[in-house]
């Protein structure tokens, strides 16, 4: 009892200790005194809390097609004629509030857009890591690769690979597979900005004596890559990760709208935004344009944090 | 300069064989070529005769060197969902998204550069502090919303212009050309701002940035100090070392907006060639797939061989250090 007393005594205490020695950082400083670095990292978490519990956040329910009432389909958004407050920005065709519509979707955007990169990160850095370390033919090939790849817009890549996955998967499963599908194809249209960023610097790091003195002690060469030589590359990886998850978020959004995403049964922003297309020319405009300005603010804020993130942890500036 | 010209030459080669046998794996694996043709209640022996007929029985390698021997001049084979030779349904799609490009281009650069100059020469100034923000915005927004957006106001809200298509075109010999009739213009206003704004983006920023950063070099201090006037200053001595960068850039962003015409001619119903690659992906239409990827890798090497012989115009360094220590 006792003990388990003292234990989280000293838990909270490194805790505050780690709390307190991070308020005083050069990066809290910087983050502290920069308003737009405040305002993008409050909008993303509201993002995330919404896309993490959105039946909390969403104002109706929007798979429940018993709670649906077509009396209230294409109501317009709540401040105009015939607006009703209940649907803040208006409902679809089929009576369903498009507010909730977009919570939901943003959702499977972010689930998307996060495990893309992630995967995008692990290839890339893995990559850039051998390359870098081991040098000679293994670090021409993937450089070699790497640069065949750059010769295509990253949108390119990723609409092939899409077409390509799904080609082999067959139109009938393709269904189930849609959001592997789609997380695949954006991490491998992104992966070689880490590992062109994680090779160059490893090329440096490798050279270091901690490094030598790691081989010395007979420490094998994954846990040199990945303790050793990793947490002193992964500075400069988590700028072009935040980056990156932009064109992420872009690229998902893309590629629903393009009908080559996440089928409308789980719509995810751009597949909200590819529906409410449809309804652009008639008059229906809410039912495009709010997903749209959703997804524009969440990139803008992502962009603008990846911008405060490359100046505040790039020690050439300071 | 001729060592350089070589190792790029070669550089590009190696793309193109790469691209090639790529192109080639997929033709081959995905999707059988003999089915495709004769239909799925062919019977094994019709199958294995065609087989035959078409070489497609042969050794690997050698199938691979037919299929370059026949992509040498051009031959792609049919389209499955067409059922066109690929190469005549590349080119009659082909004018409609080289001008688009080049338009959205030229309108990004016109934009671009001039702002980016005046946003580096009054840095603190609020309106260059805007339009900095807005160059934000523009990077942040996804194409085919920004498309939404021109279409709701200039055609839904406003009626200018149209919402979707070429307007009336115009051939020149086998190239047409929507760019001479007022309908095509005003067909291609709304399209090319869309690619316009991502590159006007990109452009103003790198402008600014490179120039922010020449106009504190001791060369500018200099031309100043002979009491050169500031036009001189800032654009015969500043905006010049720009260049280099601008260029690379620029280069790689032309073939990065044939990328992008992938959404936007989706958007506007453009019949230009990212809208026929789509409507391949969306049926696995793998002979204009490989098509279109060689198409985009060529495109890709002739830009990049034509940017690189520009840092040779642009920059006199360059052929300068070529005499003192051979090639760059």
Redesign the interface.
């Given at each position: 009892m006792m003990s388990a007393i003292i234990a989280r005594e000293s838990v909270i205490g490194r805790l505050n200790g780690w709390l307190a020695r991070s308020w005083r950082s050069d990066f809290a400083h910087d983050f502290r005194r920069s308003p737009i670095a405040i305002a993008s990292m409050a909008i993303i978490l509201l993002y995330v809390a919404a896309a993490s519990f959105p039946s909390f956040f969403a104002p109706r329910p929007v798979f429940d097609l018993a709670t649906l009432d077509f009396a209230d389909a294409f109501k317009p958004p709540a401040w105009l004629a015939g607006g009703d407050w209940r649907f803040l920005f208006g409902a679809d065709d089929q009576g369903r509030d498009v507010l909730s519509a977009i919570i939901y979707g943003l959702r499977v955007s972010l689930f998307v857009s996060v495990a893309a990169v992630a995967l995008s990160v692990t290839i890339g850095v893995t990559l850039g890591l051998v390359a870098g370390f081991f040098g000679g033919l293994l670090d021409s090939v993937i450089m070699?690769i790497a640069?065949?790849q750059l010769?295509?817009?990253?949108?390119?890549v990723a609409?092939?690979v899409?077409?390509?996955l799904?080609?082999?998967v067959g139109q009938r499963f393709h269904e189930e597979f849609a959001v592997l599908i789609i997380i695949v194809a954006i991490a491998l249209s992104g992966w070689v900005q880490y590992a062109r960023t994680v090779r160059g610097l490893t090329m440096v790091v490798a050279t270091h004596n901690y490094v030598l003195a790691a081989r010395m002690l007979g420490r094998s060469v994954p846990f040199i890559l990945f303790r050793h030589i990793l947490p002193n590359v992964a500075t400069p990886v988590f700028v072009v990760a935040t980056i990156q998850l932009?064109v992420a978020i872009?690229l998902e959004?893309?590629l629903s709208?393009?009908?080559?995403g996440i089928p409308p049964t789980q719509p995810s922003l751009g597949t909200l935004?590819r529906v409410g297309?449809g309804y652009?020319?008639s008059?229906e405009?809410w039912l495009?344009?709010f997903p749209?300005l959703a997804?524009?603010v969440l990139?803008?804020a992502v962009?603008?944090l990846g911008?405060f993130l490359r100046d505040a942890l790039n020690p050439r500036l300071k | 300069m001729i060592g350089f010209l070589a190792q790029r030459l070669g550089q590009a080669l190696?793309?193109l064989i790469?691209?090639s046998a790529l192109a080639f794996l997929?033709s081959h694996f995905?999707?059988d070529p003999v089915v495709a043709i004769l239909g799925a209640n062919s019977t094994g022996l019709q199958r294995d005769e065609l087989r035959r007929q078409m070489g497609l029985d042969g050794p690997l390698i050698l199938q691979f060197i037919d299929f370059m021997g026949r992509m040498l001049v051009g031959e792609f084979g049919l389209s499955y969902r067409l059922g066109l030779p690929v190469s005549r349904v590349l080119l009659e799609r082909m004018p409609a998204t080289m001008e688009l490009a080049l338009v959205g281009m030229v309108i990004a650069l016109a934009v671009g550069i001039p702002a980016g100059i005046y946003c580096a020469l009054e840095r603190r100034s609020a309106a260059s502090r805007i339009v900095l923000g807005l160059s934000?915005?523009g990077?942040?927004?996804?194409?085919?919303?920004m498309g939404?957006?021109l279409?709701?106001l200039f055609?839904?809200v406003l009626g200018w212009l149209p919402?979707f298509g070429r307007g009336e075109t115009v051939f020149l010999g086998w190239w047409t050309t929507g760019l001479l009739t007022a309908s095509g213009l005003k067909a291609i206003l709304m399209p090319a701002i869309t690619i316009a704004v991502f590159q006007f983006a990109m452009i103003l920023r790198l402008v600014r940035a490179e120039m922010v950063e020449v106009l504190r070099a001791d060369f500018i201090r200099f031309a100043r100090a002979r009491g050169l006037s500031r036009r001189s200053v800032h654009l015969r001595h500043a905006l010049v070392n720009t260049l280099v960068p601008l260029i690379t850039i620029v280069g790689l962003q032309l073939?990065?907006i044939?990328?992008?015409a992938?959404?936007t001619e989706?958007?506007f119903q453009w019949p230009g060639l990212g809208l026929l690659?789509?409507q391949?992906?969306?049926a696995?239409d793998?002979p204009v797939?490989a098509a279109f990827?060689v198409f985009?890798?060529i495109v890709?090497?002739t830009i990049n061989l034509i940017v690189d012989l520009c840092y040779y115009a642009i920059d006199p360094r360059l052929r300068l250090s070529d005499r003192a220590a051979g090639p760059a």
């Open positions: 070699r640069d065949l010769t295509f817009p990253a949108m390119l609409v092939l899409d077409g390509l799904r080609a082999s932009a872009i959004a893309t709208f393009v009908g080559l935004i297309n652009l020319l008059g405009w495009a344009i749209g997804l524009l990139v803008l962009n603008l911008d | 190696f793309v790469a691209v997929m995905i999707g934000l915005l990077i942040s927004m996804p194409s085919f919303f939404m957006l279409i709701f055609s839904v919402s073939g990065s044939i990328g992008f992938v959404v989706t958007v690659f789509l391949s992906v969306a696995a793998i797939l990827l985009i890798a890709f090497v």
